[in-house]
């Protein structure tokens, strides 16, 4: 199986670098979305590295067993019904004797494509392992600090985007950037701070697009199929833009059918949540040095 999913994650790179050259080349926005969609089947693909082959009619030949004699005068292959007559008509006096194969002490053999079946193995529990720890370790210093709100206007918000069972809605403090987090019950998690109301609207639309898309999986899909590639920087290289190209295709939808205006207005909150989260990462600095 593991040289199959070599080949395929080989074939799988050169794809990559294509799409990584499309992208140099040709940035518009209105490609954000193939591109959304193009990682994706990417990763399906390395997620199921068999290739499909239609069954082959097999061809049996019957061989009727044959038998050898050795001789001092000549060696004879015959059917083995036609031996034992062969053998009384040759009055053989003595018969050399093949001497067996002396059994030498037990080794034990491992062949190189056990071993590096066995590295990928490794490699791919080490790598589940430490990303879901991390993930673990996140939440768990982020939930003491969750302050649940709820506005008025989100409601509102999903109701226009066609999400009908709201997700929960939480502040902290020990984070930067307004997220979606949660497989089986998503919270949407927003950094502690004072928003305006048009400023939150577009805040909650992005977040409630990932959560009507269900992005928290496509997240988890790319996540397995680095971990079975762990072996190639490409697939690194992929999922890193897949994650860009997630955020800019919410942005894309979010922005749909916007006047200039309302790019603008979204683009300068943008700028003050990145301000927001300099200024946690600077304060938290400056607690630590104090201590």
Known sequence: MYDQLFAVSLSASAVIIVLLGFIAFFDKGYVVRWRYYAWLIIALRLLIPLNITLPQTSIT?????MHMVISEKQITIAPTQEITEEVNKENIHSEKVLPALEEGPS????????????????GVCLFLIYTFTR???FWQQIKPYLRK????CAKNVAKQLGVRRMPKIYFSCRILSPMLIGFLHP???????????EEFKMIL???LIHYKRKDVWYKLLMVFANALHWFNPFVYIMVRQANRDLEFSCDEILCKNKDILFRKKYAMYILNA???????????GI???GK
């Not at 950094?191 to 109301?197: F, G, K, L, S």
């Open 149 to 152: 709100t709820s506005f008025d």
């Open 287 to 289: 607690s630590n040095e």
């Open 61 to 65: 030949i019957p061989i009727q067993p």
């Open 135 to 137: 993930y673990f370790l």
């Open 205 to 207: 639309t992005h977040e």
């Open 107 to 122: 080794s034990i053999y491992i062949s190189l494509e056990k071993i590096v079946f066995y590295i990928w193995i490794a």
């Open 187 to 197: 919270y949407i998690l927003l950094p502690e701070a004072d928003y305006e109301e």
């Open 274 to 284: 990145m301000r927001r989260g300099k200024q946690i990462v600077l304060t938290a």
